[in-house]
């Protein structure tokens, strides 16, 4: 056993190396140029770091040759830890041409277009730099200069940059947070690592030796011919004696940098008091009929409490006998849907979300390309557009079409301040529809209608802002799913308390005919990330142990709340990658078994 670990481990640690060198590959070195820096260029420069004028020239080419707006500048000896952790957060060969790719930072140096700049509302001073900025400080501005630049993004190797030394507490502070995977388990994982490669030098020390020089490898075989560090000979071959230290360096600088044990505590007053008066007040009354046809042979389907968020209540889905349309019974009202709904897509949860976004560039594009047969369009709108994170990606589908986003939040006017829409109408799609009355190629509703109070209202609006001729694409969850039925209330389509209507297709496609709509074509949405299986798995841990620091937390969170919280996620980590490998296994039968999480519908409104 202790060799089959052993050889394990070293595999594990090689192809690793092997996985971040190829994460490196699309780095490119920075050539001299005789040409002045261009004017239309700033240079943002971290605290302790010097830009010399030859860098800055050769910088500045760089950008204007590859169309870039925005350039982190690499220094070539940037040190092994920096270097590892770079290429741990960032695919170069990727990131340029992903839209989503959040924004990352070498933390030196930034080559950035002074119209990107001032789109943010950063002030420069008279002599062009932006300097003094800490490391955490210049890689949020990368995040943000990202999301103005999201396809003009790039890295370059800069040779006679020198490195700034950055302490473990630098590091850990600028560290992103919107990264997928949590610093203390990272942390976890690594040591791990080590204990059972230690363990493994102890039973079978040949093996484990073999092992351990997996491990001490790395660094050689991340760095390549690109980057010469100074301390490239120590931290292959001391890397077993210095690793653990930095590890224990992080781990305290993680420990020093960890915010308020209640980080929302002026948030909880306001939250408990609401709570406290009952949430039953939320809700409008029962009613005895089915919505869609009006039949009163109403059936139970599932009660679920808040399956994201964790707020406290309890949500009921039925199902109609007749038509087998299911809704939300008794459904919340106004003000409860605001309550349900703060903090979820922005304040407290809007971080959380955008990783959620980040991994959906895949099917925006599907989605996108559901037109390519039928239409070219000019126009487009997409309702309930929220950060514009599918009007983004769909550019590069459709690079000529106009793109608008009409959401009710402010997300949207971020959206066109960031470029992502190039208009953003904020406001109730049916209170705005008079206002675009004829004037979109191209409607798109993507898990929006199900969200809806009235949702016939809405394609009536649609059917208002649509072109002759023009297309309504649709996407909702399909609750005749029959994995709906095999995982019941863990099934997370069913998205309480958000979701208030979910139509079957025969239901919705007739309302589409009735509205003077020709079917196009309909699609079946399987293999999406995060799938049925593991996102049950995901649910069903969310709702045994929510997390103590949500201002809506009956209690305060305590140490004590918070090592149990982080403890029974460790222990679900192996039935998640169970639940993934499963919905892998399924996803060429969800077809044939009428299964998957959605469906799409695209249909022609006629003269």
């Not at 820096?37 to 040759?65: K, M, N, W």
């Not at 039973?203 to 490239?232: K, M, N």
């Not at 675009?436 to 969200?451: G, I, K, N, R, T």
Request: with cysteine; aromatic share 8%.
């Amino acid at each position: 056993m202790a060799r089959l670990t052993a050889a394990a481990l070293g595999a594990g640690f090689t192809l690793n190396a092997v996985r971040l060198n190829r994460r490196l590959a699309g780095l490119r070195l920075l050539e001299r140029s005789a040409d002045p820096p261009l004017p239309d260029f700033r240079f943002v420069v971290a605290s302790g770091v010097r830009l010399d004028d030859e860098t800055r020239r050769a910088a500045c080419a760089f950008a204007s040759r590859e169309g870039l707006k925005v350039l982190d500048l690499l220094p070539g000896d940037l040190p092994t830890v920096e270097l590892l952790d770079f290429a741990r957060l960032v695919n170069s060969r990727s990131f340029r041409c992903d839209r989503l790719a959040f924004g990352r930072s070498a933390q030196h140096a930034v080559v950035v277009e002074a119209a990107v700049l001032e789109r943010l509302g950063t002030s420069l001073p008279a002599d062009r730099d932006l300097t003094g900025l800490s490391p955490a400080e210049l890689t949020g501005l990368l995040g943000q200069l990202k999301k103005c630049a999201p396809a003009t993004t790039g890295f370059a190797v800069a040779p006679g940059l020198r490195s700034v030394r950055r302490t473990a507490r630098e590091r850990v502070a600028a560290r992103p947070g919107d990264t997928l995977v949590p610093l203390p388990a990272v942390l976890a994982a690594r040591l791990a690592a080590g204990a059972l490669t230690v363990a493994c030098l102890a039973t079978a020390p040949a093996w484990g030796a073999a092992a351990l020089a997996g491990y001490a490898l790395q660094p050689t075989l991340v760095r390549g011919r690109r980057f010469a560090p100074a301390d490239r000979c120590r931290a292959t071959w001391l890397r077993p004696v210095l690793g653990p230290g930095d590890w224990l360096r992080t781990a305290r600088a993680a420990h020093a940098l960890r915010g308020p044990a209640d980080p929302h505590a002026g948030l909880r007053a306001e939250y408990q008091a609401e709570i406290a008066r009952g949430v039953e007040r939320l809700f409008e009354p029962r009613r005895g009929s089915c919505p869609w046809c009006g039949s009163s042979d109403l059936r139970h389907r599932v009660t679920a409490r808040d399956m994201y968020q964790g707020k406290p209540g309890r949500f009921t889905l039925e199902e109609c006998g007749d038509c087998g349309h299911t809704f939300q019974n008794p459904r919340l009202s106004l003000a409860g849907l605001d309550f349900y709904y703060r903090d979820c897509y922005d304040g407290i949860g809007e971080r959380q979300m955008e990783k959620v976004f980040a991994l959906q560039g895949s099917a925006y594009r599907d989605r996108a390309r559901l037109l390519r047969p039928h239409t070219a369009p000019r126009t487009w709108l997409d309702v309930g557009a929220g950060h514009g994170h599918f009007c983004l990606v769909a550019q590069d589908v459709w690079p000529q079409t106009v793109f608008h986003g009409l959401d009710r939040g402010d997300a949207v006017e971020r959206a066109e301040k960031y470029g992502w829409v190039h208009r953003g109408h904020g406001g109730d799609f049916p209170d705005l529809a008079a206002s675009l009355e004829a004037a979109y190629d191209v409607v798109s509703m993507f898990h929006y209608l199900e969200h809806t109070l009235d949702p016939r209202a809405e394609l009536e609006a649609a059917r208002g802002v649509l072109k002759p001729g023009g297309h309504l694409v649709i996407e909702v969850p399909d609750p005749q799913s029959s994995l709906s039925r095999l995982l019941g209330r863990h099934w997370i389509p069913w998205m309480q308390p958000q979701h208030v209507h979910l139509m079957p297709f025969a239901n919705l496609r007739q309302a589409l005919l009735d509205r003077g709509f020709t079917m196009v074509g309909e699609q079946r949405v399987t293999g999406r990330p995060g799938g049925d299986f593991c996102g049950a798995v995901v649910e069903r841990f969310r709702s045994w142990t929510p997390s103590p620091r949500h201002p809506w937390s009956r209690t305060p969170p305590t140490r004590t709340r918070a090592l149990a919280h982080a403890a029974i996620w460790t222990c679900s980590v192996p039935l998640i990658a169970a639940a993934a490998a499963a919905d892998l296994a399924i996803a060429p039968f969800l077809g044939a078994l009428r299964g998957g999480q959605a469906y799409r519908i695209l249909a022609r409104k006629e003269g």
